[in-house]
Every structure is written in structure tokens, then in C-alpha cells.
């Protein structure tokens, strides 16, 4: 038994190794790490095991992402995870189905604004230190998502606030939401409103996806976003749909 499960062990990382993770050697490691931050997924193609952990923390709501080490929550048949930070569930489905690639390509961008925020943005920022770096007041719960102009605000520097505001869009895109929150074109703040109006559940789906940034955000700048949106959402502070 224990040779079966060895060699199933084995047989499992080689389909990995060949179609879903990036093949390094030792000394290829740490020049590629340091060019691509963001990928979060390596394997040592000598030894068959994993360099690297998963870099997210996990979601209680998925029990097989809070283990740092499982591929693909434990399904690397039928999951992808080469960015390290979300599992692309149903790869073959996905190919056939372009609403889901589209969401696969905004999570691949919020992976982008991670890393510049933990690589650039909030690098070398003390936020507790830096105060003189707040210039901005930011609505926790974003007006085109329904928040209302008088809620408990959130004190952002510039470059974070811009960088938040990235991630959330993307976040909530990925939840197939098909309106930007960062207008544009058929994307402003009544068009918006008018959306979250006509498809029940999207307001949901974009303030829990809010929050998910929000998360993301505060752990890498020191931030307290996730707090005020929660505060906000329990005074009410925003129109529901």
C-alpha cells in the first residue's frame, strides 16, 4: 500500500510539474522571484516537491485553501493555481467558456496589484510613522456600489487609495459583475446603480468582493478598510438593492 501511494504521489507531481507549476532549478529560483513576484508556484523538477508556499491565507469557506502547501485545493486534475493566489477551478470548462477566462484574466490582474503592493506601494511605508502620507477619505463602501456620501471614512495615502481601488475592481469582476467601478464609458455611477438595481445578488457579490480587497490591503499597508466597511454595513450607511 505504501508503494501505491508513493508512486500515485509521485505520478501526481510529475502531471503538475508538466502542466500547471513553474519548473526551476536552485539557481534559477531566487532571479526569477525577484523579476516575477507575483507567481507564486514553484517546483524543485529534481525532487518533485514544492520551493515555495501558497502566499494566501485561505478562505474558512473553502477548508482545502487555509494548508499553504495543497495545490489547487487538492484537485490539481480539475484546478490551476500558477499565480499562487487564486484557484482557477474547471480549467477545461474554462478554455470552452469565455466568461470564465475573462474572469481568470481579472484575477490574474489583481495579482499584479498585489504584488505592487507589497513589492512597491507599501514596501517601505510605516503607516503608523508616515501620517503626513493620508490625503485622501476614502468611502469604504464605494459610492457605486451603493454607499451613502456620510459613512465612517477610511484615511488612505494616495497611492494606496488608487492601488485599492484596482484590486477591488478586479476582485469584484472576477465575480462576473459587468459593470467597471472605475467609470469609463456605460460605466458611470447612475449606470452602475442601474446594474446593482436589475441583477439581484451583484451588490452582494461586490461588497463581499470589496472586502476581500480590503483584506488583502490592510495585511500587506497596515490599513484598517475591512473594519470601516464593516462598520458601515452594520449603521446601514449604504443603499441595498
Known amino acids: 500500500m505504501t508503494r501505491i501511494i508513493r508512486i500515485f504521489r509521485a505520478t501526481l507531481l510529475l502531471l503538475i510539474a508538466l502542466f500547471c507549476c513553474n519548473q526551476l532549478t536552485a539557481s ?5 522571484q525577484a523579476s516575477q513576484p507575483h507567481v507564486g508556484v514553484y517546483l524543485d523538477s529534481d525532487s518533485g516537491r514544492f ?22 485545493n487538492l484537485d490539481p486534475i480539475n484546478n490551476l493555481d500558477s499565480s499562487g493566489y487564486e484557484t482557477i477551478a474547471g480549467l477545461a470548462e474554462a478554455q470552452a467558456d469565455s466568461e470564465t477566462v475573462a474572469k481568470s484574466a481579472f484575477i490574474v490582474r489583481a495579482a499584479d496589484v498585489v504584488s505592487k503592493l ?20 476614502h468611502h469604504p463602501i464605494d459610492k457605486v456600489l451603493g454607499g451613502n456620501a456620510d459613512q465612517v471614512m477610511a484615511p488612505l495615502s494616495d497611492e494606496i487609495h488608487v492601488e485599492y481601488h484596482r484590486l477591488a475592481n478586479y476582485l469584484i469582476r472576477a465575480t462576473g459583475f459587468l459593470k467597471s467601478t472605475r467609470g469609463g464609458p456605460g460605466n458611470g455611477t447612475d449606470q452602475v ?34 473594519d470601516k466597511i464593516e462598520i458601515n454595513l452594520q449603521e446601514g450607511n449604504y443603499t441595498k438593492f
Do not use: M
Open 193 to 226: 446603480l442601474d446594474y446593482l438595481a436589475n441583477n439581484p445578488g451583484a451588490q452582494k457579490a461586490a461588497i463581499e468582493a470589496s472586502k476581500r480587497a480590503a483584506k488583502i490591503v490592510d495585511r500587506i499597508c497596515g490599513t484598517k478598510i475591512y
Open 118 to 137: 507589497r513589492n512597491v506601494t507599501c514596501k517601505a511605508t510605516d503607516y503608523g510613522v508616515d501620517a503626513y502620507l493620508i490625503v485622501n477619505w
Open 28 to 32: 534559477a529560483l531566487s532571479s526569477l
Open 51 to 72: 520551493w515555495t508556499r501558497d502566499k494566501v491565507e485561505g478562505s474558512a469557506d473553502i477548508p482545502f485553501s487555509l494548508q499553504s502547501y495543497f495545490y489547487g
